[in-house]
């Protein structure tokens, strides 16, 4: 019986060498943002996992129409300003949306059937959606504004956490009852309430066993992508994904119309006016937006120069930066107008409050005119008002304050 022989002590040390060189220069491609034999569809297989950029992704890297069936679209929804999803049309009523995190999602007419050898990664939906399980806060307007906040069962936002009247007065009555958040969501209570569909934020990539948990229960899950628009119309615009949803395409247009028009008639000229937008975090060091973002292009479309244009464009993952209060104060003391951001923390309710936050802010060119505002806390939970919210930047830049609704000045 012959005994196997292993490789020569040579040989053995040779491929340890060569496996120790493929495994560094695949940590090092891994730190290019490349692996070995990379693709065109590299960017795709990233984006299905939940990383969406702020800056690069394409509408072509996304749009599929392939459903699987031989079906070819008949129709497609033009947008404006939105670039991080699409809606095609099929025969029969068949709506595809396409997300900008490469799922898709075909919706069904009520009482059609659903197309024989979909896709494997199509999500199919029932229109109108109905039972849903929402966890995006900055969505609920658009239901609101749709008249459809009954086809919301539970929320993924506690109660006194929503900044919309019409919402805690619906889990104040019942209609809508807290069902966790995102990371722990009460799954018994989502079975017994019948939810058909969850809405998620893009926190839920973080959580990605609540999504996988989600789906093994029948409970298909869209995430929520408007945050990731860098126009701010682009933003109102996901109105047209939740008409398509609640089967009222022709109101969703015409509410999102109403927007666009409502920033047309401002007939902005530039009031040669800086403005800086922050707030103080609990480090005392300022949170500022960086260029790029649709804050800052809110700014500018109301006619106002962002303060802070020399920072670094927004990324995935970075629409914000925070800055040492001797690097803000270089660059915004002489800001004409200052913005405080009190969406994200309780702002301040005086000038006088303002300056004890830190005292540099009493240098700042804009607290010594009184020209200091603060946004109201619903702001960012209704970007279907993108349109309004611009209207009161462009008022308080060309020192008109009356009839204001998302900005008040600081006294």
């Keep these: 019986m012959r005994r196997k022989m292993g490789a020569p002590k040579h040989m053995q040390m040779r491929v340890r060498r060569l496996v ?53 679209p008949v ?74 906040m009954d086809r919301i069962m539970v929320s993924g936002i506690a109660r006194d956490d929503w900044q919309i009247e019409a ?43 609540v999504r996988e948990k989600l789906m093994s229960l029948g409970i298909p899950v869209l995430v929520e992508l408007s945050s990731y628009e860098s126009e701010p119309l682009g933003r109102a615009e996901w109105i047209l994904l939740y008409g398509e949803l609640c089967d009222c395409p022709d109101l969703a247009r015409h509410i999102f119309d109403e927007q666009v028009e409502q920033v047309a008639k401002l007939q902005v000229n530039p009031t040669g006016k ?49 800055m040492e209060m001797e690097q803000f104060y270089a660059q915004a003391k002489d800001a004409d107008v200052i913005v405080y951001n009190a969406t994200i923390d309780n702002g301040p309710t005086s000038l006088d409050e303002l300056i004890a936050r830190n ?10 005119s009184g020209d200091v505002w603060v946004t109201e806390q619903n702001m960012y939970q209704q970007m279907i008002r993108t349109g309004d919210i611009i209207a009161d930047f462009n008022h308080v830049l060309c020192g008109d304050e009356d009839g204001l609704t998302y900005l008040r000045r600081l006294s």
């Design 20 to 72: 120790l060189a493929y495994v560094l220069l695949v940590l090092a491609l891994g730190t290019l943002g490349c692996s070995p034999g990379a693709s065109a569809d590299a960017g795709k297989d990233a984006s299905a996992s939940g990383s969406v950029s702020h800056a690069t992704t394409l509408v072509s890297d996304f749009h599929n129409t392939d459903l699987g069936c031989g079906w070819t």
């Design 274 to 322: 800086t403005v800086a937008y922050f707030y103080l975090n609990a480090n005392g060091m300022a949170v500022v937006r960086r260029p790029g973002d649709y804050v800052t292009k809110m700014i500018e479309q109301a006619g106002g120069t962002y303060a802070f244009d020399s920072l670094d464009a927004a990324e995935a993952g970075s629409s914000s930066a925070t």
């Design 167 to 209: 919402a805690r007065t619906a889990m104040d009555e019942g209609r809508i009852v807290y069902g966790g958040k995102y990371r722990a969501p009460d799954y018994e209570l989502l079975l017994e309430r019948g939810v058909r569909l969850s809405i998620q934020s893009s926190m839920i990539n973080h959580a990605p066993d």
């Design 359 to 368: 005292k540099l802010l009493a240098d700042f060119k804009a607290v010594r």
């Design 75 to 148: 129709d497609s929804l033009d947008l404006r300003y939105a670039q991080r999803f699409t809606i095609d049309y099929y025969e029969g009523g068949y709506t595809l949306a396409c997300l900008a995190d490469s799922h898709r999602y075909l919706m069904v007419p009520e009482g059609a059937e659903v197309p024989q050898g979909l896709a494997d990664d199509i999500v199919v939906l029932q229109k109108p959606a109905d039972n849903i399980y929402l966890a995006a806060s900055d969505s609920m307007c658009l239901f609101e504004a749709l008249g459809a």
